[in-house]
Every structure is written in structure tokens, then in C-alpha cells.
Nanobody, 127 residues
């Protein structure tokens, strides 16, 4: 089992920045591909970004490229999501997810491939 706890959400004005954190416990963090997803009210959950177990590879959703950055610190068992130039449409509940890597690691945007999920942290961007 992997336990994931997100933090860092809050209320921010449009154009502002936030950094989300996700602390993991329970297993060897460096064995897991990590990702962020988000879900806005009335909408389906969508992929935001993912990072490989070593941190060397990242994938960011096209609509967020240039504004959002994912990173991880394996010594701290933590994955981060730096969000800049926030827009009201970024308002959502942001979830952290983990997927145990296989022999060939796939940094995937498919939420069905992730096994463990946090409870989410709310991000609200005011106009």
C-alpha cells in the first residue's frame, strides 16, 4: 500500500502561482511513477502531469505546458506540481496518483493505470 497526502492548495488570484506537494509513505517511493490529475465541478477528472520514478522524464498535458511543472524529490518521498500563471479554469480538486513501475517504465496519462490516489487538495483561482 502507498498512502498519498496532498497539500498546498488554496485560493489565488488569476495570474498567480501555487506549488502543490504530495507526500508518499508506505513503500519505496522511487519504485513509483507519480502523476497529478484534477477534477473541476461537473467535469471528468483529467490528466495534468506525470513524472518517472527517477524524475528524469516528465509529461505535461498540452493545455498546461509552459505553465505547470512536475518534479519529485525521492529523498523526501514527495512529488510537486508548480503552477504558474493560473487561470480561473484551473479551479479544481487536484489529486496525486502513484503507479508501481514495471520493467519498462511507462509515464502514462491514463488514470486507469494508477493504483493509488490521494484525497485531493482544492485549488481555486479567482478572476
Amino acid at each position: 500500500q502507498v498512502q498519498l497526502v496532498e497539500s498546498g492548495g488554496g485560493l489565488v488570484q488569476a495570474g498567480g502561482s501555487l506549488r502543490l506537494s504530495c507526500a508518499a509513505s508506505g513503500r519505496t517511493f522511487s519504485d513509483y511513477t507519480m502523476a497529478w490529475f484534477r477534477q473541476a465541478p461537473g467535469k471528468e477528472r483529467e490528466f495534468v502531469a506525470a513524472v518517472s520514478s527517477s524524475g528524469s522524464r516528465t509529461v505535461v498535458a498540452d493545455s498546461m505546458k509552459g505553465r505547470f511543472t512536475i518534479s519529485r524529490d525521492n529523498a523526501k518521498n514527495t512529488v510537486y506540481l508548480q503552477m504558474n500563471t493560473l487561470k480561473p479554469e484551473d479551479t479544481a480538486l487536484y489529486y496525486c496518483a502513484a503507479r508501481r513501475k514495471s520493467t519498462i517504465e511507462v509515464v502514462t496519462n491514463n488514470e486507469a493505470r494508477y493504483d493509488y490516489w490521494g484525497q485531493g487538495t482544492q485549488v481555486t483561482v479567482s478572476s
